[in-house]
Every structure is written in structure tokens, then in C-alpha cells.
């Protein structure tokens, strides 16, 4: 009996001091993965970091990530990130983007978030603004939030995005990403629709990215299939701070 009980007490000590040792590495481990990002990241996305913005892919691996705006096949015709090639959110809102992409791959397993755009810095939002210059403000503010009042992706709290298949092939939302004109407008979709410039396929693809993120908690806005925010802008500047 005494034997057994030594024997217990034993492995008890061994696999207590094997966890804490494991746990000591793991957290080792991560402390490096964070110190090996700061190291081999631009400026711009080191900022970003150290702000608190995290990056998705960090969060949920399986959601698909191409910034737009870090490649030439954008609305300005030229890559405009330069360095900054991965997506940066505000720690909340990519929690809620990871909860979207599970709810998405419970309904369909082959399907995938597929992120354009994310934390977007102000120098670049002052980019797109005057990009568009050919657009009244007014008109203009509807496709490119205007830099006097920041835009909520410059608080790393907006977010612009698709629906792929797993090996990356975008659904057809019946618009490309950033068509500025009604045919990309949620409140048009029944118009366009009855008119058949929209197909059911198309309206049911947007129907389908809208309902994950509303379920938990992002808002879409009236001109952009594609663009959801986590918060309110008066929210945004309350609680985070702005990407210069
Ligand atoms: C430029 C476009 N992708 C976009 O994100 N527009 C919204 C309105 C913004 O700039 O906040
Ligand atoms: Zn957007």
C-alpha cells in the first residue's frame, strides 16, 4: 500500500513539473513568435502592432487574406501599402471576424472568409480620398470615407471582404470589389434584381457574407457589399486610436 501511495505521489511531482516546464517553453515560444513579427515586419505594420492591432491570420488561420491595396488590381492602379502586406485589426473585431469565418464553415465547410482590406493607415485613406477626386465630397464620401473625419478602417475596426472557396476562389457578388456605382449597393439589390442586372446566385452570395457577420455584430452600410464595420465611427474614436 505504502509502495503504491510513493509511487502516486511520485508521477504527480514528475507531470506537475513536466506541465510547468512545457508551459514555460510555451510561453517562451510565444514571447519569441511576438519579438520575430516586431523583427521581420515594416514600419508601418510594426506600428500597428504596437498600437495593440493584431494581425487576422494570427487569430484564424483559415481566413484568406489579399490586400487589395498592397497589389496593383485596386481602384487607384497602383500598389499604395507598399511594406504592409498583412491584416492588422483592433483585437475585438478580429475575435468577431474568427467567430464569422467558424459560422460560415459550419454552414458551408468549403467556403472561407477572403479579407481585401482591414486596418487601413490615414496617409493611405488621404490617397484613395483625392483618387477619387473626379466624385463631388458628397457623392465621394459614400465610396471612400473622407480623411477630415477618418474612415472606421483607420481605427482598425472596419473591415472589407468576400466569401472564397477554400482554395481561394472568390464567389460572385455581382460586382467586383470596390465597383463604385448602385450595382453594388445592398439597398438596391431587390431593384436590381427585378430588373436582372443582379442574379439570384449573386444576391444569395451577399445575402450569405451579410448574414455571418451581422450574427455576430459587424454592420453593413448602404453603398458597399463588401465593407463591414465592428463600430459606430463616434465609437471607433472613443476607444481606439487612429492609424497615422
Ligand atoms: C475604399 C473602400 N474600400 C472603403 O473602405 N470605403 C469606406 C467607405 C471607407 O473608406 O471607410
Ligand atoms: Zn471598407
Given amino acids: 500500500m505504502r ?10 511531482l514528475i507531470s506537475s513539473s513536466f506541465e510547468a516546464k512545457h508551459k514555460s517553453v510555451e510561453n517562451e515560444e510565444n514571447k519569441k513568435s511576438a519579438k520575430s513579427q516586431m523583427a521581420s515586419t515594416c514600419e508601418y505594420e510594426k506600428k500597428m502592432l504596437q498600437q495593440g492591432l493584431v494581425n487576422v491570420r494570427e487569430i484564424d488561420a483559415s481566413i484568406l487574406v489579399e490586400l487589395k491595396y498592397s ?3 485596386n481602384f487607384v492602379g497602383k500598389d499604395v501599402y507598399g511594406c504592409i ?3 492588422f485589426m483592433q483585437k475585438r473585431p478580429a475575435e468577431m471576424l474568427k467567430k464569422a469565418n467558424t459560422l460560415l464553415q459550419k454552414k458551408h465547410p468549403n467556403y472561407r472568409l477572403l479579407v481585401y482590406d482591414g486596418g487601413r493607415p490615414l496617409s493611405i485613406q488621404k490617397v484613395l480620398w483625392s483618387t477619387l477626386s473626379q466624385y463631388p ?8 470615407a473622407n480623411p477630415a473625419q477618418g474612415s472606421i478602417h483607420n481605427y482598425g475596426s472596419a473591415v472589407d471582404l468576400t466569401i472564397a ?12 470589389y470596390d465597383y463604385f456605382g448602385e450595382l453594388a449597393y445592398p439597398v438596391k439589390e431587390d431593384y436590381f434584381l427585378a430588373k436582372k442586372k443582379l442574379t439570384k446566385q449573386q444576391v ?20 458597399e457589399w463588401w465593407h463591414f464595420n465592428a463600430v459606430s465611427r463616434r465609437e471607433a474614436k472613443q476607444i481606439y486610436q487612429i492609424i497615422e
Fill in 3 to 12: 509502495k503504491h501511495i510513493f509511487s502516486l505521489l511520485l508521477f504527480s
Fill in 85 to 87: 502586406t498583412n491584416c
Fill in 137 to 144: 465630397p458628397r457623392e465621394r464620401a459614400k465610396y471612400v
Fill in 204 to 223: 444569395a452570395n451577399r445575402i450569405l457574407l451579410r448574414n455571418v457577420m451581422e450574427a455576430v455584430g459587424f454592420m453593413h452600410i448602404d453603398y
Fill in 165 to 176: 472557396t477554400a482554395d481561394g476562389k472568390a464567389l460572385d457578388m455581382g460586382t467586383k
Fill in 71 to 73: 497589389t496593383t488590381d
